[in-house]
């Protein structure tokens, strides 16, 4: 019995929602990711070129956090931030390095 119950337990845990974290980087565009937006140049900005890049080649907006590019849940709210630093409160699926996104906020 003390066995099951463990083992119910681990399931459980393991089954569990992510925890909460909040990580800060740049939004883009995974077609530039983290090389940036020099090569295709898209618009005259990197904001524009992210846009561009999500609308033209279906390229989805990522958080690059200087090592780490991570794809993002929410697919709408990252365009009024494109090319800016944000930070963004959210679970990371560490499997797909995906961030379910809660919410998305200007670094000033």
Do not use: W
Request: aromatic share 4%; proline share 3%.
């Amino acid at each position: 019995m003390k066995h099951l119950i463990v083992s119910l337990l681990a399931c459980a845990a393991l089954s569990a929602n992510p925890a909460t974290q909040t990580f800060t980087g740049v939004i883009t565009d995974s077609t530039c990711g983290a090389a940036g937006h020099a090569s295709m140049q898209m618009g005259p900005t990197d904001a524009e070129c992210a846009i561009a890049c999500i609308s033209v080649h279906g390229a989805t907006y990522v958080l690059v956090d200087g090592k780490d590019v991570y794809a993002l849940s929410d697919q709408r709210t990252p365009e009024k931030f494109a090319a800016q630093k944000v930070r963004i409160v959210g679970a990371l699926d560490a499997g797909t390095k995906t961030i379910r996104v809660d919410s998305i906020a200007a670094v000033k």
